[in-house]
T-cell receptor, first 115, second 117 residues
Framework: NAGVMQNPRHLVRRRGQEARLRCSPMKGHSHVYWYRQLPEEGLKFMVY????????ESGMPKERFSAEFPKEGPSILRIQQVVRGDSAAYFCASSPTGQAGDTQYFGPGTRLTVL | DAKTTQPPSMDCAEGRAANLPCNHSTISGNEYVYWYRQIHSQGPQYIIH???NNETNEMASLIITEDRKSSTLILPHATLRDTAVYYC??????????????????FGSGTRLQVQP
C-alpha cells in the first residue's frame, strides 16, 4: 500500500517564477492537508481540502498561494511569483475521511529553494 | 485543541528504553493524544495515539495518566534510527456538525531525542 507521494522532492525557482507542488494521497484517502516548515521552525498548517473543495484555508497566505484537489489527479499547491521567504519544506498529509479524530499520514515533502 | 508542553531535548543510550513525557493539563474529555516524529528533514511519521487507555503498537507504547493531564511515549529499545524530533499533539475527536474546519495538526517545538551509541 503506497504511502502519500509528493513530487518533485526538490524544486528550485528564481524569484518571480511559479512553483507547483503535487501531492497524491494514500489509496482510499480523499482528504488532503498541506503544511509548511520554514528553516529551523515547526510545521504550520496551510490548507485542508477534500475532493473538489477547499474546507479550511485559514493557514494560507492571502496572496500568491492557492491549492486545489480536483476530482481526478493529485492535489496541487501553487505559489505564484515566488520570493526568497517561500523557501521551505512543504508537506502534504492525507486521511481517509474528514472525521476529527482521523489520523493524518504525511508524505516525504517538497523542498522549495528560491534563488 | 489543548496546548502541550514537552522538554526540548533528551538523550538515550542505544538499546535502552526512551521515555518521552508530555504535559497536556488542559486536555478535554473529547481530545486524543497523538504522537508523531520527524527524522531529520523527512515527513512527520505517525507513531501512536490514545484517548485514556494505554496503547501499544509495533513502534511504541503510550501511557496516559488517569487524570489525562500527562502522557509518556515509550520506545522500548531505542536504536540510532530513533533519533528524531518527537511531537505530542492533542486533537479533538468530535466532528461537530457544520464544523468542517479545525482538522489541522498543531505542531509545537517537540522533544529532540538523541540516541547515543
Amino acid at each position: 500500500n503506497a504511502g502519500v507521494m509528493q513530487n518533485p522532492r526538490h524544486l528550485v525557482r528564481r524569484r518571480g517564477q511559479e512553483a507547483r507542488l503535487r501531492c497524491s494521497p494514500m489509496k482510499g484517502h480523499s482528504h488532503v492537508y498541506w503544511y509548511r516548515q520554514l528553516p529551523e521552525e515547526g510545521l504550520k498548517f496551510m490548507v485542508y481540502l477534500q475532493k473538489e473543495n477547499i474546507i479550511d484555508e485559514s493557514g494560507m497566505p492571502k496572496e500568491r498561494f492557492s491549492a486545489e484537489f480536483p476530482k481526478e489527479g493529485p492535489s496541487i499547491l501553487r505559489i505564484q511569483q515566488v520570493v526568497r521567504g517561500d523557501s521551505a519544506a512543504y508537506f502534504c498529509a492525507s486521511s481517509p475521511t474528514g472525521q476529527a479524530g482521523d489520523t493524518q499520514y504525511f508524505g516525504p515533502g517538497t523542498r522549495l529553494t528560491v534563488l | 485543541d489543548a496546548k502541550t508542553t514537552q522538554p526540548p531535548s533528551m538523550d538515550c543510550a542505544e538499546g535502552r528504553a526512551a521515555n518521552l513525557p508530555c504535559n497536556h493539563s488542559t486536555i478535554s474529555g473529547n481530545e486524543y493524544v497523538y504522537w508523531y516524529r520527524q527524522i531529520h528533514s523527512q515527513g512527520p511519521q505517525y507513531i501512536i495515539h490514545g484517548l485514556k487507555n494505554n496503547e501499544t503498537n509495533e513502534m511504541a507504547s503510550l501511557i496516559i495518566t488517569e487524570d489525562r493531564k500527562s502522557s509518556t511515549l515509550i520506545l522500548p529499545h531505542a536504536t540510532l534510527r530513533d533519533t528524531a524530533v518527537y511531537y505530542c499533539i492533542v486533537r479533538d475527536r468530535i466532528s461537530y456538525y457544520m464544523d468542517t474546519g479545525r482538522r489541522a495538526l498543531t505542531f509545537g517545538s517537540g522533544t529532540r531525542l538523541q540516541v547515543q551509541p
